[in-house]
T-cell receptor
């Protein structure tokens, strides 16, 4: 299957700091999605991106669809304790399948 | 509106036993998916369905079967469980092909001893 590489694998930050993470692929995608997963729960969709170069915000979260269509970025501004969790990227192309990254684990230290 | 629900939430099986995981959605979504999540490997697609009565293989289909007899339900079966199938299983759905917003269920944690 297609591999999506997420970095960093884990992050430990102070409350109030900004966070940046990215996702890269060897293949082109037409859609990029970002999810957050809390312990013991299913992933929850945060942001969907449908066009190369697109920049979309959802509250303190901002995500970008890379120009090459092989990468995407997620930024979280002014982190708070409830931002703790695992963040996943996912890519979708013209087929029926979604391909997920391995996740970035975020820990926010109060 | 419950969204996507999964039954059961936890299960322990012995090697060779069979079981069925049930996924139900009340959003009238066309597409449904079964994933497994293992540590360090993200989510991997097992099988999916683009509509009632249709199913297709995903990335890791071996050892699993599925059925979509009703639009709102998607069943995942393990005929003869193996320890390698110990995982957390997630069901997801999307409205239709042009909408790529997947909604996930809470997961089923399966342990095969």
């Amino acid at each position: 299957g297609q591999q999506l590489n997420q970095s960093p694998q884990s992050m430990f930050i102070q409350e109030g700091e900004d966070v940046s993470m990215n996702c890269t692929s060897s293949s082109i995608f037409n859609t990029w999605l970002w999810y957050k997963q809390d312990p013991g729960e299913g992933p929850v969709l945060l942001i969907a991106l449908y066009k190369a170069g697109e920049l979309t915000s959802n509250g303190r979260l901002t995500a970008q669809f890379g120009i090459t269509r092989k990468d995407s970025f997620l930024n979280i501004s002014a982190s708070i304790p409830s931002d703790v969790g695992i963040y996943f990227c996912a890519g979708h192309n013209t087929g029926n399948q979604f391909y997920f990254g391995t996740g970035t684990s975020l820990t926010v230290i109060p | 509106n419950a969204g996507v629900t999964q039954t059961p939430k936890f299960r322990v099986l012995k090697t060779g036993q069979s079981m069925t995981l049930l996924c139900a959605q009340d959003m009238n979504h066309e597409y449904m998916y079964w994933y497994r999540q293992d540590p360090g490997m993200g989510l991997r697609l097992i099988h999916y369905s683009v509509g009632e009565g249709t199913t297709a293989k995903g990335e890791v289909p071996d050892g699993y079967n599925v059925s979509r007899l009703k639009k709102q339900n998607f069943l995942l079966g393990l005929e003869s469980a193996a320890p390698s199938q110990t995982s957390v299983y997630f069901c997801a759905s999307t409205r239709r092909r042009s909408s790529y917003e997947q909604y996930f269920g809470p997961g089923t944690r399966l342990t095969v001893t």
